[in-house]
């Protein structure tokens, strides 16, 4: 049986145990997609012998002046490369340019990041590589990624979205999920890094109709009241399903004009009408927007918006059905690692 190995990690770099939950999970989907093509998958982690995201100089370090951690994974990695169809660097990786160019399997990295970070993590590396998966549709503003990335010496360029985990989102058929009673007019789970002045001014606008939940420090919920002059309280999300199976209408921020985060498929996933931001950045090319989501391109928009549909629910409630049935048919984790998968078996043909 034909073999794809994976440089994988569930751990996070940050420590936190709730982001090693949904890597574990992104695995077992994987593993699943892998299986069901016919093939073996097999996992390494690099964490057991080196740092879990050493920047380019780093590694360069680290390989100049041989790193007995990072050579020892090298001899592993090398091994099961020789006996595998594909090479796939998923997320974060150790790989240095010089070590993938001497291997002879197909090489394939998914590059899910932001716009900032492309420099740091795709650019030394993407010539190396034969396939890359990435999630941004734009480099910068009226720039595409695809065309960056050809530019960088990719040869093979996929815009691919992971979609929902399986756990994320709500199993029934369309008229249970649209038949909950929805009690939250407005609802943001998240972290606040560089939305906070754009979430708090919708949250003093919009009062208690509004949640705000997530893995917040206490630090931080007393800094941002006291800055914004607000109380506030910030529940961790302990069943991120029923939340939005409660909620009318999920709103959703992206860090800059990068797109594609969790939120952006979980709020129609469970039923809850999505508003987003990245206009023109990709948004209209994921859902058809007034027909599917809903896009804004300022917090006043956004404001508008919301208290325009939440007085007309009809209204509000097709676009949230509409939207619920696009990221069934093509944005479930399955689906899309299923498409991921294939790809690459196109891919070592060549």
């Not at 007019?185 to 009062?207: S, T, W």
């Not at 206009?279 to 300022?298: C, H």
């Amino acid at each position: 049986m034909a073999k794809i190995t994976f440089i994988f990690t569930h751990r996070d770099g940050r420590g936190s145990q709730y982001y090693a939950r949904g890597n574990r999970l992104v695995k077992q989907h994987i593993e699943k997609a892998v299986i069901d093509a016919g093939l073996e998958p097999v996992f390494l982690d690099h964490t057991e012998y080196c740092p879990y995201d050493p920047s380019p100089e780093e590694l360069d370090r680290m390989y100049k002046y041989g790193n007995k951690g990072l050579f020892e994974f090298y001899k592993i990695v090398e091994r099961e490369a020789a006996n595998s169809i594909a090479l796939v660097a998923w997320d974060r990786h150790p790989l240095h340019p010089e070590f993938l160019w001497h291997l002879k399997c197909k090489k394939v990295m998914f590059a899910m990041e932001s716009p900032e970070g492309v420099y740091r993590l795709i650019v030394p590396f993407a010539h190396c590589f034969d396939m890359i998966f990435y999630n941004n549709p734009f480099y910068s503003p009226g720039v595409r990624m695809e065309e960056m990335l050809r530019r960088w010496g990719c040869k093979s360029c996929h815009n691919f979205h992971y979609g929902v985990k399986e756990v994320r989102y709500n199993a029934e058929d369309e008229e249970q999920v649209f038949s909950l009673k929805r009690d939250i007019d407005l609802v943001f789970v998240g972290q606040l890094y560089n939305k906070c002045d754009r979430i708090m001014k919708i949250k003093k606008h919009f009062g208690e109709r509004m949640k705000i939940c997530g893995n917040w420090s206490y630090k931080s919920m007393l800094a941002v009241s006291w800055r914004h002059k607000i109380p506030l309280w910030v529940r961790p999300v302990d069943d991120l399903n029923s939340l939005y199976a409660r909620a009318k209408i999920g709103i959703n921020f992206h860090i800059t004009y990068g797109i594609g985060n969790a939120r952006l498929f979980e709020v129609p996933a469970n039923g809850a009408m999505l508003l987003s931001d990245g206009v023109g950045y990709g948004l209209e090319e994921i859902f058809r927007l007034g027909d599917e989501a809903l896009g804004f391109n300022d917090v006043d928009e956004a404001i508008d918006k919301i208290e325009y549909y939440l007085s007309h629910d009809d209204e509000r409630i097709k676009i949230a059905r509409k939207g619920f049935q696009r990221v069934i048919d093509n944005y479930l984790m399955p689906t899309t690692l299923k498409y991921a998968i294939h790809a690459i078996l196109e891919e070592t043909k060549k």
